[in-house]
Nanobody
Framework: VQLQASGGGLVQAGGSLRLSCAAS????????MGWFRQAPGKEREFVAY????????YYSDSVKGRFTISRDNAKNTVYLQMNSLKPEDTAVYYC??????????????????WGQGTQVTVSS
């Protein structure tokens, strides 16, 4: 089972990036998915969550209104569209799969599978 995150890079403040998380080895179409990020010297923090059908999504206050999480279950892929990027968005971004569905979607221990991370760097 593998989650492959991609789409990171270097962008100027105010710019946009679209991250993708492609799953292989298992279908995640019935699993809730999340995006987290971790900056150097900081703990991993919740960014966004989407339920299995795509009908519900939640965001951290720091990205609400700028980021959009979506999914294409036919492609076993989850996306994170990031607009109006700020230097404080600089971090390694990770996608993760929540197999338990207990509701603690903002907590890393809730997630069973994790991708390897993709670096996002926003210059001022």
């Amino acid at each position: 089972v593998q989650l492959q995150a991609s789409g990171g890079g270097l962008v100027q403040a105010g710019g946009s990036l679209r991250l993708s998380c492609a799953a292989s080895g298992r279908t995640f179409s019935r699993d809730d998915m999340g995006w987290f990020r971790q900056a150097p010297g900081k703990e991993r923090e919740f960014v966004a969550y989407i339920n299995w059908s795509g009908g519900r999504a939640y965001y951290s206050d720091s990205v609400k209104g700028r980021f959009t999480i979506s999914r294409d279950n036919a492609k076993n892929t989850v996306y994170l569209q990031m607009n109006s990027l700020k230097p404080e968005d600089t971090a390694v971004y990770y996608c993760a799969a929540d197999l338990g569905g207990s509701g603690y979607y903002s907590q890393p221990p809730e997630y069973t599978y994790w991708g390897q991370g993709t670096q996002v760097t926003v210059s001022s």
